[in-house]
């Protein structure tokens, strides 16, 4: 073939561009989405969009997703807007399934992060909280969180997300509070509250208890030694009267406390005489020769290596029925007689020999497993000293170090290490019982808030108990046959959940702050509570007119009555742990608004509410109702950098919903969403978004061309789905497969696969394929011929359907498409979001039809790949001007293309399917082998309006037959 067409190809004369079928449309390439989108939210603020929605639902099936609070403190962050764009996508879908899917939007407005802020601002006036009246700072508390919840009612709503945002929930409600201690006062009604004097983790920072949902682990570096404890004389083994037993730590701060020490039973120990230290340090090593110590036999070397001693002879071995009933002397027990008891030793099953002595020191007042052994063993519960005070100081049940301080509260220094492990370890020192000491970089809880380790604390508090797992009836049990119960998305979910209820402590609900729901119970002298139904009536009422101020403020003898003397009763002062809070708002939301259900059908939050939300409103639910209060559960990852890091100021690497919505516009942050694998943690960077611009781009160009092929379209042009050409019936085929894919992912809130079936559906099947074929029908056609009103049918059908898939996702542009198609819409306050999504008829989906042209399709990729390769060796200018040979040596696909027009697919002037191998110089694809492409110049002249080469081209008008026909009809 030649290298470029003879210049007769070339038609000259009449330009005939006014006789095609040119698209038009009011639908800009350009979507301008960060000043569009606020003028669609005005729009359907002004039509009433949400109520037209409510009225237009009473009657249909109830779906309810229910909230879970955000903080009303501070701006959103992605993982807020992340989470959710992912509700609003459940909703919108679920509502254009034909349910009645509210949506009810909540905030949380307790607790110590506004609490916080508050106490902030009162210092910034030189005013300490101490100095503040309760009622005051709770006011001002009130007044915070009113104020941000107005902010970010505002930037859920700028995302695009549809709800009751003039009627939301706020856990600050006078009905919300006094339902809230309505329920707490039922766990007290059922038995199920107690106060006990347990080690719980402590933030002396914050002066207050934490649940282990308000924990978080970071790296800290500690303190470890290896202490001596000396026998009492008398309880030494035999022959091994000088021997001491050696514990490790990483908390020397807790030595005052110790009060035992455990023993595995199970593990070996022998007796180990140091022979000589090390003499090549710049110190003494703590370690002296001729001593003998008693550890476990698998951790011996460790404790060699530590205490820097050259030579030992294991000299005998220890039973376990040795160390039996035997007690040891406190390490401090010459420290001003403060420490005079004896240290008994305990077996525990919780002694290992993964790491330490073999033997663990054992502080009953800092630690959950040395409270329980303690007890296991029958010890008394008075004995159990409170050595750290709230300040995270000692108190005078620490003899010696009274003042110190655990972790520095105050200053520059806040949070940091205290005097505390100096001194004890001066002591030690002092009285020869320290054998070594190291650091150690290791994992430690901190709080969530303050980022300030925290500690574990012996302080009076009150439990709901959870009972045992197997006992039928308890709280334990109770709420592991609702996780059976419940669906998860991921699966995996249940395990994580399951796992953590089961071994979880008693739920610890009593807070020391200002600003929250209150423990509203009276207790007696022996700190049990008053279980009073009317007296527990009196209670809810008063918090219901007033707020939780009437607990504080009213007198008792107005709760007591004339039943019980007020001098017999103390008003308890704690407040709820604001998960309590939390966990209990489908009590006020979905069971006191008609417009939503009891049970939720979903709650879907991010994965670490498996510890914080979900477990708080199943513990509740099944406490109180003995179910939990919803049927499904849905998780999703925490959104990350996009080098996977954590998003912190520190780093610099935060990325603010604000401003990805001033840049980019809200749609493109809902496509990030709706494409990511929620599953997982997700990513988010400028690449990223990126690629759901990109993707918008292409969405919207599919868009805009079916609405500038639809221009005039009227339904009197319809063609009836057995009259329509193949092409159009294999288009329809895919809608309704694509349309069973995309239902398919929304019911299964697998957002991704209903997006990534919906875009490859736009941009592949749609604008390479569909579109690319048709434009010369659309054009050029004669306005009424049978293709081309059949290509505008189903472009009308394929439009309906695309808008209304992307209405859950995209809603502000499916909004923008659906008003430019149906512009009288507007002035009757229709929008696609009030619309159902459609069932294609059942006689589209023909398989026959659809395996015949997915060969076809095959085929066509070589072809113009073929043609791709001749214009790039400038063979061709454009695939008009060639007239492909296509040979196949494969009968399934010859037999698929045998009578299909491949000129009119190909977008070529001519082509000629035969069968056979074809030359070696043609063109091949690996990926669909039997076929081979010969590119050959078309033969003729170039029509002047449709631009194909062909023979029958009139010299006279430079047209082809059918374009002088469509001029001259």
């Not at 001003?336 to 008891?341: L, P, S, T, W």
């Not at 009150?462 to 046959?481: C, N, P, Q, S």
């Not at 513990?619 to 990852?637: K, N, W």
């Not at 299909?900 to 977008?907: N, R, Y």
Request: net charge negative; hydrophobic share 35%; aromatic share 10%.
């Amino acid at each position: 073939m030649k290298s470029s067409m003879p210049d007769n190809k070339a038609s000259k004369g009449h330009d005939y561009r006014d006789t095609l079928f040119l698209p038009k449309t009011d639908f800009p390439m350009r979507a301008g989405l960060p000043k569009q989108e606020p003028q669609w939210l005005e729009h359907w603020n002004d039509i009433g969009l949400y109520s037209l929605l409510r009225e237009e639902s009473k009657g249909r099936p109830a779906f309810t997703l229910h909230d879970g609070p955000p903080y009303a403190n501070g701006h959103l962050h992605m993982g807020t807007a992340f989470n959710k764009i992912l509700k609003d996508i459940i909703i919108r879908s679920r509502q254009m399934m034909g349910f009645d899917a509210n949506y009810v939007p909540g905030w949380d407005c307790h607790g110590l992060p506004i609490e916080w802020k508050v106490e902030e601002a009162f210092a910034a006036k030189g005013r300490k909280k101490a100095q503040v009246p309760a009622a005051e700072f709770r006011t001002a508390c009130r007044a915070y969180a009113k104020e941000w919840i107005d902010v970010q009612r505002e930037e859920f709503k700028r995302l695009g997300i549809e709800g009751d945002w003039e009627n939301p929930y706020r856990t600050m409600d006078y009905n919300s509070q006094a339902t809230v201690v309505g329920e707490f006062l039922k766990f007290v009604e059922k038995g199920l509250v107690y106060s006990g004097s347990k080690p719980v983790m402590w933030s002396p920072v914050e002066q207050t208890a934490l649940a282990e949902a308000e924990i978080e682990y970071h790296d800290h570096q500690s303190t470890m030694i290896w202490v001596r404890f000396p026998f009492i004389e008398g309880h030494a083994p035999e022959g091994l009267e000088r021997a001491s037993v050696v514990i490790w730590t990483t908390t020397p701060w807790t030595i005052p406390g110790n009060r035992a020490v455990c023993y595995g039973p199970s593990l070996s120990y022998g007796a180990y005489r140091v022979d000589t230290v090390r003499d090549d340090m710049e110190f003494a090593p703590w370690s002296r020769p001729g001593e003998i110590l008693i550890l476990g036999d698998e951790l011996a070397d460790d404790v060699k290596k530590a205490g820097l001693v050259a030579e030992w002879t294991r000299i005998a071995d220890v039973p376990t029925d040795m160390l039996k009933g035997k007690k040891l002397k406190h390490p401090l027990r010459t420290h001003e007689n403060g420490y005079m008891f004896d240290v008994p030793l305990l077996a525990g099953d919780h002694v290992t020999d993964e790491a330490g002595t073999g033997f663990v020191h054992t502080a009953p007042s800092h630690g959950q497993e040395d409270y329980f052994v303690w007890l296991e063993h029958g010890l008394p519960l008075e004995d159990i000293p409170h050595t750290v005070g709230p300040d995270g100081a000692y108190t005078d049940e620490a003899p010696g170090f009274v003042g110190e301080k655990v972790i520095i509260t105050e200053g520059k220094k806040k949070g940091k290490d205290g005097n505390a492990n100096r001194v004890v370890i001066a002591q030690l020192v002092a009285h020869d019982n320290l054998f070594a000491r190291g650091l150690l970089n290791h994992s430690y809880p901190h709080s969530w808030r303050s980022k300030a380790p925290v500690i574990f604390r012996n302080t009076p508090q009150w439990f709901i108990r959870m009972g045992a797992k197997d006992e039928d009836g308890t709280l334990r049990h109770t709420a592991l046959k609702a996780i059976d119960d419940t669906t998860f998305y991921p699966p995996q979910g249940r395990k994580r959940l399951q796992s953590m209820v089961e071994s979880r402590p008693d739920w610890l609900v009593s807070r020391q702050r200002a600003w929250g729901n209150p423990i509203a119970i009276f207790i007696d002298k022996d700190r049990q509570p008053l279980v009073d139904s009317e007296v527990n009536g009196r209670i809810v009422a008063a918090i219901r007119e007033r707020g939780v101020d009437a607990w504080f403020d009213t007198p008792a003898e107005e709760f007591l009555g004339d039943k019980y003397d007020a001098a017999d009763y103390e008003k308890v002062t704690d407040i709820l742990d604001v998960w309590f809070d939390s966990g209990s708002t489908h009590s006020f939301v979905l069971e006191q608004r008609e417009d939503l259900k009891w049970p939720a059908d979903v709650y879907l939050e991010g994965s670490d509410q498996h510890r914080g939300w979900f477990q708080a409103s199943l513990l509740e639910g099944c406490g109180t109702r003995g179910r939990a209060p919803f049927d499904s559960l849905i998780t999703h990852g925490f959104v990350l950098d996009a080098k996977g890091y954590k998003m912190s100021k520190s780093l610099g690497n935060t990325i603010l919903p604000e401003e990805l919505t001033k840049k980019y516009g809200a749609d493109i942050i809902r496509i990030w969403v709706a494409s990511s694998d929620y599953v997982d943690d997700i990513r988010i960077g400028d690449e990223i978004i990126g690629n759901a611009v990109d993707a918008y781009r292409k969405l919207r160009n599919t868009l805009r061309y079916v609405l500038s092929a639809l221009d005039g379209y009227a339904d009197e042009e319809a063609v009836d789905y057995d009259d329509m050409p193949e092409l159009e019936r294999y288009i329809l085929h895919r809608l309704q497969q694509v349309n069973g894919a995309v239902q398919r992912g929304l019911e299964a809130y697998d957002f991704k696969s209903a997006w990534r079936a919906l875009f490859e559906f736009a941009s592949v099947d749609l604008s390479s394929v569909y579109f690319d074929i048709r434009k010369d029908a659309l054009y050029c056609d004669g306005k009424d011929s049978m293709r081309r009103r059949s290509a505008r049918t189903v472009m009308a059908i394929l439009f309906d359907y695309l808008a209304k898939w992307l209405a859950p996702i995209c809603p502000f542009t499916a909004e923008e498409s659906f008003i430019t198609r149906y512009p009288a819409k507007r002035d009757e306050k229709g929008s696609v979001h009030r619309l159902t999504f459609d069932e294609p008829p059942a006689d589209w989906r023909n398989d026959e039809l659809g395996f015949k042209w997915d060969q076809v399709r095959s085929v066509r990729r070589v072809v113009t790949g073929a043609l791709e390769v001749a214009r790039r060796d400038k063979l061709i200018g454009s695939s008009l001007e060639a007239s492909p040979v296509v040979h196949i040596d494969n009968q399934m696909l010859y037999n698929a293309v045998k009578g299909v027009d491949m000129a009119e697919l190909a977008i070529t002037s001519g082509a000629r399917v035969e069968a056979g191998e074809g030359p070696p110089t043609a063109f091949h694809l690996h990926e669909v082998p039997g076929v081979a492409v010969a590119v050959l110049e078309a033969p003729g002249q170039k029509c002047g309006r449709c631009w194909k080469v062909l023979e029958e081209v009139s010299e006279t008008t430079a047209l082809c037959q059918r374009c002088d026909e469509v001029v001259n009809s």
